[in-house]
């Protein structure tokens, strides 16, 4: 895995082989990381494969479609042709396209692995798993009124929500005397 400026790095020294540059002046020989991060945002570059703290990670693939996006758009082509030609395509169509030299594919200098901390927002919660006491679970709020919320986990019923209310009541008398509630309505 490389940071945005050693994949930039990569893209710069594919590109010094067999590429003329692009036909007009309005577009960039070489990515810079602002044109990156819209590529990514528009679909036409995948989105990091991870983060390391605030730093975003990219491989191969990234790679592939920086110098193939360079590549097409050599020929005179449009980001809209370029998209369209691009989305879907495998590593193999890819490298075909960016002929980038094997050497700058491999991951020599890169960042290892081990290195990068886990996405675990992006992972699925496993269903009905035993849980340690140090995992994480997800919560639900149940809206009480005048702005109180009790958390449970699991997803409640209907039947569950009313029967939290009913319970929460002699609470909510105490938050209302207190003045700790944004409004005295009723529970829903």
């Given at each position: 895995m490389w940071?945005?400026?050693?994949?930039?790095?990569?893209?710069?020294?594919?590109?010094?082989?067999?590429?003329?540059?692009?036909?007009?002046?309005?577009?960039?020989?070489v990515p810079d990381?602002?044109?990156?991060?819209?590529?990514?945002?528009?679909?036409?570059?995948?989105?990091?494969?991870?983060?390391?703290?605030?730093?975003?990670l990219y491989e191969r693939r990234h790679l592939l479609q920086l110098v193939a996006v360079k590549r097409l758009q050599s020929e005179g082509r449009t980001l809209a042709d370029v998209q369209a030609e691009l989305a879907g395509a495998d590593d193999p169509t890819l490298a075909a396209i960016a002929r980038v030299p094997e050497e700058l594919l491999t991951a020599d200098d890169a960042v290892s692995p081990q290195q990068v901390?886990?996405?675990?927002?992006?992972?699925?919660?496993?269903?009905?798993?035993p849980r340690t006491q140090d995992q994480a679970v997800a919560l639900n709020g149940v809206a009480l009124g005048g702005g109180a919320v009790v958390l449970v986990p699991g997803t409640p019923t209907a039947a569950d929500v009313a029967d939290i209310a009913a319970a929460a009541r002699p609470l909510l008398d105490l938050l209302a005397a207190r003045g700790l509630l944004t409004n005295e309505r009723e529970p829903s």
């Open positions: 940071t945005l400026d050693e994949l930039l790095d990569r893209v710069s020294a594919a590109l010094t082989a067999e590429y003329s540059g692009a036909p007009n002046g309005r577009v960039r020989d990381r602002r044109a990156v991060r819209w590529y990514a945002t528009t679909g036409l570059v995948d989105r990091p494969s991870a983060m390391r703290g605030r730093t975003a901390r886990p996405r675990f927002w992006a992972e699925p919660v496993a269903a009905a798993a």
